[in-house]
């Protein structure tokens, strides 16, 4: 039985995940694009900056970004690898609970502003209990994160047309496939000042509403891959357990197999 741990919800190879920063009144926009071609983003937020001119209010951070992810992005941007440790823990912590009050759930992601860190900056949201943060540095890739903490995408949204037809054309192989992930970061107000909102609409026409990619949030990538992580299996590798709240699918044998929540699956019965 040749076992893997390498398909999306679905049992699909494939993934788009987006990731805006800032929370400018852009956003409005940009999530009325998303919405009509049912692709998902997660939007880092300064909660410092709400209701400051060209920032999203408070009181719509609920409703705008509902089916979207908010995630941290500081109370007030600074550069974290020049700040004292005390208040890296306070720029985190308090956007942390000012997020949560409005989203309504455990806001566990976040994005560095400006996309800086060092090392002390990575141990100390490790410490904080975040579970990813974005970079941004471009890889021109379509991996998995090796190191959530340091999450580097795809690319930059002026890149991102570029290289949709290379991961359209990716194709699962019959020995195996690896999961291809394509994660797009930017800011909506680009759209705006460069004036090729164009742009974001063709890239969602080209790439929403397919049978073949997955489209999560940013956390829903991280929690479904530690969910997986979680799977409890046989010293035979035929018994697999699924402890988790989610269904999870692995590739036996190169075949999809979903494992319901609580589900024990007998792989060699397969
Ligand atoms: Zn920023």
């Not at 860190?117 to 090796?146: C, H, M, W």
């Not at 026409?205 to 992580?229: K, P, V």
């Amino acid at each position: 039985m040749k076992l893997a741990y390498n398909l999306f919800p679905g049992g699909l190879s494939k993934a788009l995940t987006l990731s805006y920063d800032d929370g400018r009144i852009h956003d409005r926009k940009l999530i009325d694009i998303l919405n009509r071609h049912g692709i998902k983003s997660t939007f880092h937020l300064n909660s410092g900056k709400f209701g400051m001119q060209g920032y999203i209010e408070a009181e719509e951070v609920t409703a705008l970004y509902s089916g979207h992810e908010v995630s941290v992005h500081t109370v007030t941007h600074p550069f974290l690898e020049q700040t004292p440790r005390e208040r890296i823990i306070m720029e985190v912590v308090e956007d942390r609970r000012s997020l949560e009050g409005l989203a309504g759930y455990p806001v566990r992601g976040m994005s560095y502003p400006f996309g800086t860190y060092n090392a002390e900056v990575v141990s100390i949201l490790k410490a904080l209990g975040i579970q990813y943060s974005r970079t941004t540095q471009s890889t021109k890739r379509f991996d998995l994160p090796e190191e959530p903490l340091l999450w580097h995408p795809t690319c930059h949204h002026r890149d991102m047309l570029a290289l949709s037809e290379e991961f359209l054309a990716l194709t699962p192989k019959p020995w195996g496939t690896k999961p291809s992930l394509f994660y797009v970061w930017g800011h909506s107000y680009e759209f705006h000042d460069n004036n090729n909102w164009e742009d974001i609409e063709r890239f969602c026409s080209l790439m929403g509403g397919r049978s073949d990619i997955w489209y999560a949030t940013n956390m829903e990538i991280i929690d479904y891959f530690q969910a997986l992580d979680r799977l409890q299996l046989s010293v035979d590798g035929s018994i697999l357990h699924n402890p988790s709240a989610s269904p999870l699918w692995v590739s036996a044998n190169n075949q999809p197999v979903e494992i319901g929540p609580g589900q024990t699956v007998r792989l060699g019965e397969l």
